[in-house]
């Protein structure tokens, strides 16, 4: 079982920049593939990136590659995702992901509640 909390979301303008935490509770926290998505208001959730346990392997949506950056601190059970050059279509409930398997855009079992980022243009 893993527990995730998001946070570090807010609003900000055009072009700034967020920088989103998810803290995982539970021992296996390193053996998971994490990712980040996305729901927009009449939206279908997307993904937007994710890392491999070992966080030498990463994923991004075309949508966001070059501006968002995942990372992880497996010793802080936390994953981190860096967004930068913010624009308002980014405006979504982000949310955080724990999957057993390896780098996936679907395949994952445990989900956060998910923080709000709102970018004003």
């Known amino acids: 079982q893993v527990q995730l909390v998001e946070s570090g979301g807010g609003l900000v303008q055009a072009g700034g920049s967020l920088r989103l935490s998810c803290a995982a509770s539970?021992?296996?926290?390193?053996?998971?593939?994490m990712g980040w998505f996305r729901q927009a208001p009449g939206k279908e959730r997307e993904f937007v990136a994710a890392?491999?346990?070992?966080?030498?392997?990463?994923d991004y949506a075309d949508s966001v590659k070059g501006r968002f950056t995942i990372s992880r601190d497996n010793a802080k059970n936390t994953v981190f995702l860096q967004m930068n050059s913010l624009k308002p279509e980014d405006t979504a409930v982000y949310s955080c992901?724990?999957?057993?398997?390896?780098?996936?855009?679907?395949?994952?079992?445990?989900w956060g509640q998910g923080t709000q980022v709102t970018v004003s243009s």
């Open positions: 539970g021992r296996t926290f390193s053996s998971y593939t």
């Open positions: 890392i491999s346990w070992s966080g030498s392997r990463t």
């Open positions: 992901a724990a999957g057993p398997l390896g780098i996936s855009r679907s395949s994952y079992d445990y």
